[in-house]
């Protein structure tokens, strides 16, 4: 279920494994393009085959080899992972006319990464992107860290959105928002020091301006050194030094794919954006225990978090 504060979010940002069939155009056949044939994208896609064998489905679920997008005929839909895939099918329906109007679903990816290929998707191109609601982020703040109120984030210049919904969320649970423009990569230090000068913790979003995954990790050298815990939204940032991790994993990723393609591959039942349903919390243990903080258990974390939402 969509709230009234991830749409605003959204519309700013705008059964067979490794099947051998032949490949049928449109009928009720759904290809899958992965970006890449193993990590992320195999978990994902093990997790998608199953739910779509279990749902009972009609129609061939059809996996195609990472990055081989066949020259010829079109399915009736098609699911990408990653954004090299979503890259590859854009370009596709661009240039082919038969290609104009295939259903896409894109998955493992950021929103900011899909308007970046996708500006202005037509209502039969849509995604789950990896983002996580900002409610949630801020409940997870809230939860475990009682005794902190400032919450810092460094936004890109295109964030006001985010910063909107977010400054809203904190507010409800009693926190105060710190949001700091990065207007330009080069800006970014200039940008933590003054976000880490006024918060207790810092949130780090999937935001291009701050992504860069050396950026990042001097990020996280500057606030563990004055010993603010860093809430980051991958578990690669946890194992770099950030204190919690807020994500969807891959194989919850795959799950959601399968539920928003119950009535795939008809495009005029085609499900709109959202974020991700699923996530999971990871916590970097020697971080937390170095700042003093006292973590609860993140399966024990995310299963309370999980029930106040509904029990999703």
């Known amino acids: 279920m969509i709230n009234r504060r991830q749409s605003l979010l959204l519309a700013a940002g705008a059964a067979l494994a490794g099947a051998t069939l032949p490949l049928r155009a449109a009928g009720d056949s759904v290809w899958v393009l992965p970006s890449d044939a193993g990590g992320a994208h195999a978990e994902a896609l093990s997790a998608l085959q199953v739910a779509w064998r279990q749902s009972g489905r009609r129609g061939d679920l059809i996996v195609l080899e990472s990055g081989q997008l066949p ?162 939204y991958s578990p690669a940032l946890v194992r770099s030094g950030a204190a919690l991790g807020l994500y969807a994993s891959p194989a919850q990723v795959g799950r959601q794919v399968a539920s928003m393609l119950k009535h795939a591959p008809q495009a005029a039942n085609w499900p709109a954006s959202r974020l991700a349903d699923g996530f999971m919390i990871a916590a970097n243990e020697q971080v937390c225990r170095s700042l003093g903080l006292d973590v609860p258990e993140p399966v024990a974390l995310a299963e309370l978090i999980r029930r106040q939402e509904g029990g999703r």
Do not use: C, N
């Not at 308007?115 to 801020?138: G, K, N």
């Not at 400032?150 to 710190?178: K, N, Y």
């Not at 918060?199 to 995954?213: E, I, Y």
């Open 71 to 232: 020259a010829e005929g079109h399915p009736g839909a098609v699911v990408t992972l990653g954004s090299s895939a979503l890259r590859q099918v854009h370009s596709r329906a661009e240039a082919q006319a038969d290609w104009a109007r295939v259903p896409v679903l894109a998955a493992l990816i950021p929103r900011e990464a899909f308007t970046a290929i996708w500006r202005r998707p037509p209502a039969w191109v849509s995604a789950v992107y990896l983002d996580q609601p900002p409610e949630r982020y801020m409940e997870l703040i809230r939860r475990v860290f009682p005794k902190s109120t400032r919450v810092g984030v460094l936004l890109g210049p295109d964030g006001q959105a985010m910063r909107q919904v977010l400054a809203e969320e904190a507010s409800e649970r009693g926190l105060q928002l710190t949001p700091v423009t990065v207007g330009h990569p080069d800006m970014l230090y200039a940008a933590l020091r003054t976000a880490l000068a006024d918060s207790d913790v810092l949130l780090v979003l999937p935001d291009s301006t701050v992504a860069d995954a050396g950026a990042l990790q001097r990020v996280l050298i500057a606030a563990y050194r004055q010993r603010i815990p860093v809430i980051a």
